[in-house]
């Protein structure tokens, strides 16, 4: 059974970054693909980014303009999610999730598509 642990949220001033940690357990990470979400209160999750297991190109939401990069640190069996130029908009609940299958990459943005989901993880950014 996988588990995944996500770690390094708290309050971050606005333009600054953050990185968040998704510790995982019970299957390699380079063996999984690996998301983000969010969720902000009152509002539905939405994706952020992912990685297919293959690695490769990721995929982000649109309006992250590029400032959120994924990835695995294969030796410490997590991932991770750096945030740059953070804003007041970024405030939510990030979730990890992975999937054991091969999602194509449409399918990437679905919360659907991963069975294995952390418990979350809150940012706050604000003056």
């Known amino acids: 059974q996988v588990q995944l642990v996500e770690v390094g949220g708290g309050w971050v001033q606005p333009g600054n970054s953050l990185r968040l940690s998704c510790a995982v357990s019970?299957?390699?990470?380079?063996?999984?693909?690996m998301a983000w979400f969010r969720q902000a209160p009152g509002k539905e999750r939405e994706f952020v980014v992912a990685?297919?297991?293959?690695?490769?190109?990721?995929t982000s939401r649109d309006s992250l303009s590029g400032r959120f990069t994924i990835g695995r640190d294969k030796e410490k069996n997590t991932a991770y999610l750096q945030m740059n130029s953070l804003g007041p908009e970024d405030t939510a609940t990030y979730y990890c999730?992975?999937?054991?299958?091969?999602?194509?990459?449409?399918?990437?943005?679905?919360?659907?598509?991963?069975?294995?989901w952390g418990q979350g993880t809150q940012v706050t950014v604000s003056s």
């Open positions: 999730a992975a999937s054991g299958g091969s999602p194509i990459t449409s399918s990437l943005k679905y919360a659907s598509t991963y069975e294995f």
């Open positions: 019970g299957r390699t990470v380079s063996t999984l693909a």
């Open positions: 990685l297919k297991r293959s690695g490769g190109p990721t």
